[in-house]
């Protein structure tokens, strides 16, 4: 069997940053996946279930809204490292292209208050499992320590 794409990786090399993982193509269109890698891998402690539980559903409901990108977005959701999210959308689209995009999800996710949304028995298979103050230390984690400081470093995989 072949080794998928993202193991491929070298997770050794690797730091927190937005990268494209894959581009696949349906029919005529481009679909890019985006890693958006928050901690080192096997260098810092992984995050717990419940705040990367907080930072699907607050990330998912941003995209899914998001004006330029809602018609665009195919999947938010948990790397199961937990070390990340996965981001997919639709379009031929460069880290350095939707590194703003990337930028304002996760200042949402830090200021956000509230109910979190879907975080009901009704609408999560889980909705206990949230911890919204971990959520927002861990988006200003990676907003101070690799959004608000990106370099091409952090916009394409290590070698």
């Known amino acids: 069997m072949e080794k998928i794409a993202s193991f491929t990786i070298n997770h050794l090399a690797l730091e927190p940053g937005v990268y494209v993982s894959r581009k696949d193509k349906v029919g005529a269109e481009v679909i890019t996946t985006f890693d958006l ?3 080192a891998p096997n260098k810092e402690p992984v995050m717990n279930n ?26 938010f959701g948990p790397m199961g490292c937990r070390t990340g999210f996965y981001m997919v959308l639709a379009g031929d689209l460069t880290s350095k292209e939707v590194a703003p995009l990337v930028t304002r999800m996760y200042e949402f996710i830090r200021d956000f208050e509230g109910e979190i949304p879907g975080a009901t028995a009704r609408d999560c298979g889980n909705y206990l499992d949230q911890n919204l103050g971990m959520a927002h230390y861990l988006a ?18 290590p070698e």
Not at 54 to 66: K, M, P, S, V, W
């Open 37 to 39: 890698r928050m901690t």
């Open 50 to 75: 419940a705040e990367m539980h907080t930072i699907e559903h607050l990330g998912a409901t941003f995209l899914r809204n998001d004006p330029d990108f809602k018609d665009r977005t195919i999947y």
């Open 140 to 157: 200003k984690r990676y907003l101070d320590k690799t959004l608000y400081n990106i370099t091409d470093e952090h916009l394409v995989y």
